[in-house]
């Protein structure tokens, strides 16, 4: 086996259900200095990109939309990278880290885990909330590592996951496609010789419909709590199903994954993974 091989391996046994390698220089097309791989780990060559599951095919069946984001993801794709940077450090001797994908202050984190999957040829960004779709599975989670291995790259995808033929086709019959048609407060979007053309995702409206709980929400919460003058107001407000959920949120300490998923819902894109008996 390759090295390249062996990584891959590793991340695959791990949980993920693909891994894909991209080059540090790829990222500084558009990656501005200071958020690049190399600003990271020093030294950096490659970032290894694993992307896993999301809910099960069962959970997508659930009548009760909610119950998704809490029985519907096991996050091993963090698993398969922890495992790869155990193999890489201790077993072929160079640094490895997880690329951070969550913010270390402010809002933004250092790095994009979005754009890491598509330099790692791992998916294209679709015309659903611009998620990354992988052409085979449709929707996965993604985390990377940073490493100083150099390690031969792959090629982003020649040919876009998004739009679907059969939403290619559909966009020429009708003018829409069914992720634009199930979310038009959120989505915008043409469709051109098979090919996006433009493409427009409000994410503060998904946002209030799909990321309800966070630590944001805990912010804004408390600071009505602590603003209210009315003792009984007061209770019913910390007792709240909003305010207890945005506990539970910090308590796990996560911010909310999704609580609205009707655009992938529809989506033709790897569903055929999500029929069983
Ligand atoms: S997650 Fe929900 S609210 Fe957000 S774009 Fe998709 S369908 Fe719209
Ligand atoms: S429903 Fe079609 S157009 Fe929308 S994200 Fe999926 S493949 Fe793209």
């Known amino acids: 086996m390759t090295r ?26 558009k ?3 200071g958020y690049r791989p190399e600003d990271i780990l020093p030294g950096a060559r490659s970032v290894v990109v694993a992307g896993g599951d999301g809910p099960t095919a069962g959970a997508w069946r659930c009548p009760d939309h909610r119950v998704m984001e809490i029985t519907g993801y096991d996050l091993r ?4 990278v922890h495992a790869m940077c155990d193999f890489i450090e201790g077993t072929l001797s160079h640094h490895a880290i997880q690329a951070p ?31 990354i779709l992988n052409p085979e599975y449709g929707l996965l989670y993604y985390a990377a590592l940073i490493t100083t291995l150099p390690l031969e790259p792959d090629p982003p995808l020649a040919e876009p996951a998004c739009p679907h033929p059969g939403c290619a086709a559909m966009y020429k019959r009708i003018g ?12 915008a979007g043409k469709v051109s010789d098979g090919r996006i053309q433009e493409s427009t995702y409000d994410r503060e ?5 799909a990321q309800t709980y966070g630590i944001g929400s805990l912010q804004k919460g408390l600071l009505q ?17 909003f305010f207890t959920k945005s506990l539970q949120s910090v308590g796990f300490f996560r911010d909310s994954i999704a609580q609205c998923f009707e655009c992938m819902r529809v989506c033709p ?9």
Request: with cysteine.
């Open 225 to 241: 709590i602590v603003n209210e003058d009315d003792a009984d107001r007061r209770r019913t407000m910390i007792y709240s199903d």
């Open 31 to 33: 990656v501005p200095e």
């Open 77 to 80: 794709e963090n698993v398969a």
């Open 101 to 131: 994908s969550l913010p270390v202050h402010g809002h933004e984190p250092p790095m994009s885990m979005m754009h890491a999957a598509e330099l790692a040829g791992l998916g294209t960004r679709s015309l659903a909330a611009h998620i």
């Open 176 to 187: 829409t496609t069914p992720c634009l048609r199930v979310c038009p407060a959120c989505l």
């Open 269 to 277: 894109v790897g569903r055929k993974y999500r029929k069983l008996k």
């Open 4 to 29: 390249e091989e062996q990584v891959k391996a590793v991340g695959l046994k791990a949980g993920a259900r693909v891994v894909g390698i991209a080059p540090v220089e790829a990222f500084r097309e």
């Open 205 to 209: 409206r998904c946002h209030s419909r």
